[in-house]
């Protein structure tokens, strides 16, 4: 079963990690996908630029609206993503808990739903 990892973390600690941390960081987080890849979890995964470089788009009838960020006065956002396989929740949980990036915020770990 699929299960899409949504990473939350807080910008501003990421802001604020030196440059070695940094790199340090994205070194761990993409031998952390290799780890998955290597063991048949892995299907895709991606970080986010920071929230104020997006934008919510919205649409009422007719009516488009846009709307730069940040959205919402928060200490976590979305900072990116991760779907991976799992034999079962309790499986997708485990997987989750060893994102390097989980100690700047946290994981949502949810089903993913077939449409037909």
Excluded: W
Excluded at 13 to 22: F, G, I, T, V
Excluded at 23 to 49: C, K, M, P, V
Excluded at 79 to 106: W, Y
């Amino acid at each position: 079963m699929k299960y899409l990892c949504l990473v939350y973390v807080n910008e501003k600690k990421l802001e604020a990690l030196s440059p070695k941390d940094a790199q340090t960081l994205n070194h761990d987080s993409l031998a952390y996908d290799r780890h998955l890849r290597e063991n048949g979890h892995f299907i895709a995964a991606q970080a986010l630029e920071f929230v104020k470089a997006g934008v919510v788009v919205r649409r009422q009838g007719d009516k488009v609206s846009v709307t730069d960020g940040p959205f919402a006065e928060t200490n976590e956002q979305v900072g990116g993503f991760i779907l991976v396989e799992a034999k079962d929740r309790d499986e997708a949980i485990r997987l989750a808990s060893k994102v390097p990036v989980i100690e700047f915020g946290r994981v949502e770990v949810r089903p993913v739903r077939e449409l037909v």
